[in-house]
């Protein structure tokens, strides 16, 4: 009997990993000898990366900027391969009982982030870099994850927050937030990470796993019933799901640019997220092709 490889995988609650499950439903992993054991982390990338550091996860699909953060602070992982191709489009909230109208009445205001470190934390400063303002003015309130945002701003602990915009839109919708601008990432969103231990323990499932991944995105990417998914799973509008999907690219395979990692590295180190700047090979693992 072939030997079953246990990966323990890390990932948001949200629309962009919908070719996880799928895959996961189809048995795609049990049929190549992977049990795949999925854990959501509504705490976001922050969570994740503290749980790869400490040996929970062996993989994690999780925020460019935060990935790229944990390999330059702890060299806790390294990336497997790119996720999502298309950037994330951040959308700035603030509470609906609030006055604050406009994106510019929030320069040096208080901003929720779910902990720091997390990709609303890094965004947080790349939104105030991206405006002008000076980022060290922020005030940074954690609070762990999306509700606990929506009771940050409700009681006025909290002025402004940055979350994926179609994931907020239902509570905007409904008038608890109001979105007063966006902010998409410079570079690809979502990368896979894997950890140290993964890489020299489980080296064998790992070529299996991208191949189902990427031959799920790409499933997913053609399939013309995707938005009508998202949108049941995730309370969204049809239109909504629809637009989201038209405006997102997956990977379907290791490619991973040079000069995307070295903006990301750059900007990382002018904004203080990072003391130094890892070289492309402390970065990727040997299943990246770099180009």
């Known amino acids: ?10 990932g948001v609650p949200e629309h962009f990993n919908l070719p996880w499950h799928q895959a996961m439903k189809n048995t795609s992993f049990r049929t190549e000898g992977i049990d795949l054991q999925w854990k959501e982390y509504a705490g976001g990338t922050g969570a994740m990366m503290q749980d790869l550091r400490e040996g929970k996860l062996d993989l994690a699909v999780a925020l460019t ?3 790229v953060t944990e ?8 990336i497997l391969q790119l996720y999502v191709k298309s950037p994330l489009i ?7 009982q609030t006055d604050f109208q406009d994106v510019n009445q929030l320069e040096g205001k208080r901003f929720a982030i779910s902990r720091m470190g997390s990709g609303s934390h890094l965004m947080a400063y790349v939104n105030a870099r991206q405006r002008g303002w000076n980022p060290q003015e922020l005030t940074l309130v954690p609070v762990g994850n ?3 945002a ?6 006025g602990k909290a002025d402004g927050f940055m979350w994926e915009k179609f994931m907020t839109k239902p509570l905007a919708d409904k008038g608890e937030f109001r979105r007063v601008g966006e902010c998409p990432t410079p570079w690809p969103c979502f990368l896979i ?5 993964a890489l020299s323990e489980k080296t064998a499932a790992l070529p299996k796993l991208m191949n189902i991944i990427n031959t799920a995105n790409q499933a997913f990417m053609d399939d013309p019933n995707a938005p009508q998914k998202v949108a049941e799973k995730f309370g969204l509008r049809k239109e909504d799901a629809e637009v989201w999907f038209s405006q997102t690219e997956w990977a379907t395979n290791a490619e991973i640019s040079a000069q995307m990692l070295e903006k990301v590295v750059a900007i990382l180190y002018e904004l203080g997220s990072i003391d130094n700047k890892p070289a492309l090979l402390q970065l990727c693992s040997n299943f990246c092709y770099i180009v």
Request: proline letters at 0%; one cysteine or more; hydrophobic letters at 40%.
């Open 90 to 96: 951040w959308g700035i909230h603030v509470g609906a």
């Open 146 to 148: 999306l509700e606990g």
């Open 1 to 10: 009997m072939e030997k079953v490889t246990t990966i323990r995988m890390g």
């Open 71 to 78: 390999i330059a602070n702890n060299q806790s992982c390294q």
């Open 193 to 197: 990470a894997v950890s140290r231990s």
């Open 150 to 155: 929506r009771n940050a701003l409700l009681t």
């Open 65 to 67: 900027e935060g990935v």
